[in-house]
C-alpha cells in the first residue's frame, strides 16, 4: 500500500538554526514527489516538485532533495515567517493522478 | 487574482441537511481535483476531473457525495444527508495537463461544520 511518513511531527527553531524535515515514501513507481507549505486555515501552497532521485531544488531558504526512498526539505537560517505546516506528496505511476499525502511537520520558528 | 477560488468560505450546516460547494480552478487548468482535510492530517483524495469527465473517484467518497463538472470549468460538490463525520475542509485544486504530471495548485478550501 502507498503511504507516505513525515518527521518529525513538529519542530521548534530558534531563529537562524537550520535544520531538515524528513519525508519517507513507499510507492510504486514513483512520478513525482510534491511540497506544499500550508498556514493555519488555508489551503496548501506548492512549494516543489522533484520527478527523479538525485533531483534537488531551492527557494529562497528552502532546499527540496529527493533519493529513492525519501526526500529531505532543508530550512537555512529560517525566519518567524517560516512557521507553517510542511507538506509532502507523491503521485504515483499508472493512470492516477491524485497526491497521496503525508500528515505533515509543523513548524514553528521563534525569534 | 488569478488562482483557485471557492465558495463559501464557511458553512455550518444542520445534521441531515444537503451542503454543496463551487469550486473555480485556474482558468487555462483542464483538471480539477476535490480532496477533504481533517484536524492534524494531510488531504484525502475525493475525485479527480478532466475537462468534464470525472476519471477518477476515492471509496471516501460514498453515494452521499457527489461531484460534477458539467462545462469543463467551475465544479461541485454536493453532499447529502450530512452527518458530524464530514466535518472538515474540503480543498478544490487545479492543474494544466499541457505540463506534464504538474504540480496542483489548491483553493483556500471550505470549512464544513456540521451541528
Known amino acids: 500500500e502507498d503511504q507516505v511518513t513525515q518527521s518529525p511531527e513538529a519542530l521548534r527553531l530558534q531563529e537562524g538554526e537550520s535544520s531538515s524535515l524528513n519525508c519517507s515514501y513507499t510507492?510504486?513507481?514513483?512520478?513525482?514527489l510534491f511540497w506544499y507549505r500550508q498556514d493555519p486555515g488555508k489551503g496548501p501552497e506548492f512549494l516543489f516538485t522533484l520527478y527523479s532521485a538525485g533531483e534537488e531544488k531551492e527557494k529562497e531558504r528552502l532546499k527540496a532533495t529527493l533519493t529513492k526512498k525519501e526526500s529531505f526539505l532543508h530550512i537555512t537560517a529560517p525566519k518567524p515567517e517560516d512557521s507553517a505546516t510542511y507538506l509532502c506528496a507523491v503521485v504515483r505511476g499508472g493512470a492516477t493522478n491524485k497526491l497521496i499525502f503525508g500528515t505533515g511537520t509543523l513548524l514553528a520558528v521563534q525569534p | 487574482d488569478t488562482g483557485v477560488s471557492q465558495n463559501p468560505r464557511h458553512k455550518i450546516t444542520k445534521r441531515g441537511q444537503n451542503v454543496t460547494f463551487r469550486c473555480d480552478p485556474i482558468?487555462?487548468?483542464?483538471?480539477l481535483y476535490w480532496y477533504r482535510q481533517t484536524l492534524g492530517q494531510g488531504p484525502e483524495f475525493l475525485t479527480y476531473f478532466q475537462n468534464e469527465a470525472q476519471l477518477e473517484k476515492s471509496r471516501l467518497l460514498s453515494d452521499r457525495f457527489s461531484a460534477e463538472r458539467p462545462k469543463g470549468s467551475f465544479s461541485t460538490l454536493e453532499i447529502q444527508r450530512t452527518e458530524q463525520g464530514d466535518s472538515a475542509m474540503y480543498l478544490c485544486?487545479?492543474?494544466?495537463?499541457?505540463?506534464?504530471?504538474?504540480?496542483?495548485?489548491f483553493g483556500p478550501g471550505t470549512r464544513l461544520t456540521v451541528t
Open positions: 485544486a487545479s492543474s494544466s495537463r499541457d505540463r506534464g504530471i504538474i504540480e496542483q495548485y
Open positions: 510507492v510504486s513507481g514513483l512520478r513525482g
Open positions: 482558468s487555462e487548468h483542464n483538471r
